[in-house]
C-alpha cells in the first residue's frame, strides 16, 4: 500500500476539513434563504439539498438520501482501487481522483448526519442563478475536468512519447 498514490489521500482529507469548515461557517453565520452579498455574481446563501446535483431526486421522500450515500461510498471504493494502481506520486490524475474521493465524502458525511447537504456558494448573472453549492461541490467538478484533461490529454502525450 505504500508505494501506491494512496499516500496521496491526505489531499482527500484537506478538502473533506475545508468543506466542513467552511458549511459550519455557513450554518452559524448566514440565514436560510437569505443571501449576503460577497462581490458581483456571487452571494452566500444557506441552502439545504436533500438530491443531488440541481436538487435532482430532492422530493422522493427519503429513500434517495441512502441510494446517494451508498452510490458514494461505491465510487469511493473503485476510486481508491484506481489510486491504489498508479505510482506514488503526484500526477493530474492522483489529485483529480483525491478531489472527488474529498467532496464525494465530504457530502457524504452531510447525509449521513443531517439527510441533506449544505449548500452556500450563489453564483448569478443577472436574476439567473445556478445552483447553490459547496466547497465538495466544487472539489467533485475540478476533480473531474481533471480527469477528462488527464486522460484526454496528458495520457495522449504519454502514449505518443512511448511510441
Known amino acids: 500500500m505504500t ?3 494512496l499516500k496521496t489521500l491526505w489531499i482527500a482529507v484537506l478538502v473533506i476539513i ?3 469548515i467552511t458549511k459550519y ?6 440565514t436560510f434563504g437569505e ?6 455574481h456571487l452571494n452566500w446563501t444557506l441552502a439545504y439539498n436533500y438530491g443531488a446535483a440541481f436538487s435532482f431526486l430532492a422530493d422522493m421522500g427519503g429513500w434517495q438520501r441512502w441510494f446517494f450515500v451508498v452510490l458514494a461510498f461505491g465510487m469511493t471504493v473503485f476510486m481508491l ?6 505510482p506514488a506520486k503526484i500526477t493530474t490524475e492522483v489529485v483529480a481522483l483525491n478531489l472527488v ?8 458525511i452531510d447525509r449521513i448526519l443531517e439527510g441533506r447537504v449544505t449548500d452556500f456558494i450563489d453564483f448569478y448573472i443577472g436574476a439567473w442563478h445556478y445552483a447553490t453549492f459547496n466547497v ?13 484533461f488527464s486522460e484526454f490529454f496528458l495520457k495522449k502525450d504519454k502514449e505518443s512519447v512511448a511510441k
Do not use: C, M, Q, R
Open 3 to 5: 508505494s501506491t498514490a
Open 18 to 20: 475545508f468543506d466542513h
Open 25 to 30: 461557517l455557513a450554518v452559524t453565520n448566514l
Open 35 to 40: 443571501p449576503v452579498p460577497v462581490i458581483d
Open 81 to 86: 482501487w484506481w489510486l491504489k494502481k498508479l
Open 101 to 108: 474521493i474529498g467532496g464525494a465524502i465530504g457530502n457524504v
Open 136 to 148: 465538495a461541490d466544487i472539489a467533485i467538478s475540478l476533480g473531474a475536468a481533471l480527469l477528462i
